[in-house]
């Protein structure tokens, strides 16, 4: 078995941005810490303020339902304040 990488990127679709995405924190926190300036509100994924879609790549819940409708969360929606990377992903920012 490989070893797991210590990192990840995240990308934005738009402005090709990008950034170090650490497995143990969430997406949000590795955006403003690369400079990335995305919406937040919450930070718990209830208020949806940070709702993006993933273009490329995957992440996973540290809870069971993380404030997205099932259609969503098939679409590809996520929440960056509550999703964590576990390959590189690829993010489109809302529209604000």
């Given at each position: 078995m490989p070893?797991?990488?210590p990192?990840?990127?995240?990308?934005t679709?738009?402005?090709?941005q990008?950034?170090d995405?650490?497995p143990?924190q969430?997406?949000?926190v590795?955006l403003e810490?690369?400079?990335?300036?995305?919406?937040?509100s919450?930070?718990?994924?209830t208020c949806?303020?940070?709702?993006?879609?993933?273009?490329?790549?995957?992440?996973?819940?540290a809870m069971?339902?993380?404030g997205?409708s099932?259609?969503?969360?098939?679409?590809?929606?996520v929440?960056?304040?509550v999703?964590?990377?576990?390959?590189?992903?690829?993010?489109?920012?809302?529209?604000i």
């Amino acid at each position: 078995m490989p070893p797991s990488a210590p990192f990840f990127t995240a990308r934005t679709a738009q402005g090709a941005q990008q950034c170090d995405a650490w497995p143990e924190q969430p997406l949000l926190v590795s955006l403003e810490q690369g400079g990335i300036a995305w919406p937040s509100s919450c930070r718990s994924g209830t208020c949806r303020a940070c709702i993006g879609q993933l273009s490329a790549g995957r992440v996973r819940y540290a809870m069971d339902w993380p404030g997205l409708s099932p259609e969503e969360h098939a679409g590809g929606c996520v929440l960056p304040c509550v999703a964590y990377p576990v390959s590189d992903v690829v993010l489109d920012m809302p529209s604000i």
